[in-house]
T-cell receptor, first 111, second 111 residues
């Protein structure tokens, strides 16, 4: 099955700086790569996703890049704000609808 | 439109007891799944269903049973609770092959 590795496990950034989280996947058939944000005590919620036919996607301060050859994808958050503090999960799936998640990155934005 | 509803939110069980975690959705999504979330391990797939009457095992199915008699409901049964099943459980639906919608989670403690 798919194996998704996520780094780093924790990330502390100064407010206004950028944050980058990286994930690698093992199954070359994976074609969908979402990112979820989970605030403390809440459910995970989708913040951005990318498909294998696209190399980069942006939505305001967040962007995701995908390198299919190297089988890795990354989340970039610019101009971080305190409300960006949360746990972020990457995931990968093939067309069989099974999402495989990374272990998560706890992001702390220091004021 | 409630989305994905899980009950209960909290539960304490004694070792060996059985119980059912309930999950109901009103989004008419065919795909439903159960994940467990443990510190440092992300979200791991327990069981999933691609439609009424169809279920399959995920990554960590041992000790859990599921059934899908209707599109709306996907209960998860713990047959004989063990301390290793202490976790936060999330039910999720999938819109097509893309966005996952999570319930609010059930925090289960087995003593």
């Amino acid at each position: 099955g798919e194996n998704v590795e996520q780094h780093p496990s924790t990330l502390s950034v100064q407010e206004g700086d950028s944050a980058v989280i990286k994930c690698t996947y093992s199954d070359s058939a994976s074609n969908y790569f979402p990112w979820y944000k989970q605030e403390l005590g809440k459910r995970p919620q989708l913040i951005i996703d990318i498909r294998s036919n696209v190399g980069e996607k942006k939505d305001q301060r967040i962007a995701v890049t995908l390198n299919k050859t190297a089988k890795h994808f990354s989340l970039h958050i610019t101009e971080t704000q305190p409300e960006d503090s949360a746990v972020y999960f990457c995931a990968a799936s093939t067309s069989d609808y099974k999402l495989s998640f990374g272990a998560g990155t706890t992001v702390t934005v220091r004021a | 439109n409630a989305g994905v509803t899980q009950t209960p939110k909290f539960q304490v069980l004694k070792t060996g007891q059985s119980m059912t975690l309930q999950c109901a959705q009103d989004m008419n999504h065919e795909y439903m799944s159960w994940y467990r979330q443990d510190p440092g391990m992300g979200l791991r797939l327990i069981h999933y269903s691609v439609g009424a009457g169809i279920t399959d095992q995920g990554e960590v199915p041992n000790g859990y049973n599921v059934s899908r008699s209707t599109t709306e409901d996907f209960p998860l049964r713990l047959l004989s609770a063990a301390p290793s099943q202490t976790s936060v459980y999330f039910c999720a639906t999938l819109r097509g092959s893309t966005e996952a919608f999570f319930g609010q989670g059930t925090r289960l403690t087995v003593v």
